[in-house]
């Protein structure tokens, strides 16, 4: 079956632009997670969505960052006011449920602030 | 606060010898253990986990990792290395009080022919 997905692959944009990334995850996976990787680090955690919950925005960096899931399906994250240091790559994992089970992880978005 | 430590960023080995790549964790109630992998080009897929049970895990492509709790550690180990073992190699944690998965910073794998 279809893994996750996500859009764009690659996108460059203007420092002070905004950017929106998305992810389309496994049918029937109710748990969502954002990621960033860095160069040279691992992956950073950014939020979480299980089901109909409220999601665990801990992880996310400013207020420039925000993320919603809709009809707990597709999700978007949101980076305003895009910075240098936003450069990333934005990874998407969804799962069947929480903390012990398996996360499939999407290929990415290349995300690059000129 | 939780983390995760994996020694060594790069790791080289010969085609044939042991891979060993080190992870320790801190946490102060059980984890959930987990070693994924990331070929070149190519998404994070899972390698092996631990939840409960023998701590002894096996996973795809002959590797193995063992949980243990007094070092707190859960190191990945393949007894024969392969070309095809060349890439990215990520321990994780996770918590049953919490939401959040705790990567480590990542091992590169190199394998000498």
């Known amino acids: 079956g279809a893994g996750v997905s996500q859009s764009p692959s690659n996108k460059v944009t203007e420092k002070g632009k905004d950017v929106e990334l998305r992810c389309d995850p496994i049918s029937g996976h109710t748990a969502l997670y954002w990621y960033r990787q860095s160069l040279g680090q691992g992956l950073e955690f950014l939020i979480y969505?299980?089901?109909?919950?409220?999601?665990?925005k801990s992880g996310l960096p400013s207020d420039r960052f925000s993320a919603e899931r809709t009809g707990g399906s597709v999700s978007t994250l949101t980076i305003q006011r895009t910075q240098q240091e936003d450069s990333a790559v934005y990874l998407c994992?969804?799962?069947?449920?929480?903390?012990?089970?398996?996360?499939?992880f999407g290929p990415g978005t290349r995300l690059t602030v000129t | 606060a939780q983390s995760v430590t994996q020694l060594g960023s790069h790791v080289s080995v010969s085609e044939g010898a042991l891979v060993l790549l080190r992870c320790n964790y801190s946490s102060s109630v059980p984890p959930y253990l987990f070693w994924y992998v990331q070929y070149p080009n190519q998404g994070l897929q899972l390698l092996l986990k631990y939840t409960t049970g023998a701590t002894l895990v096996k996973g795809i492509n002959g590797f193995e990792a063992e949980f243990k709790k007094s070092e707190t550690s859960f190191h990945l180990t393949k007894p024969s290395a392969h070309m095809s073992d060349a890439a990215e190699y990520f321990c994780a944690v996770s918590l049953n009080t919490g939401n959040q998965f705790y990567f480590g910073t990542g091992t590169s794998l190199t394998v000498i022919p």
């Open positions: 969505f299980q089901g109909n919950s409220a999601p665990d």
């Open positions: 994992a969804s799962s069947l449920g929480p903390l012990s089970y398996e996360q499939y």
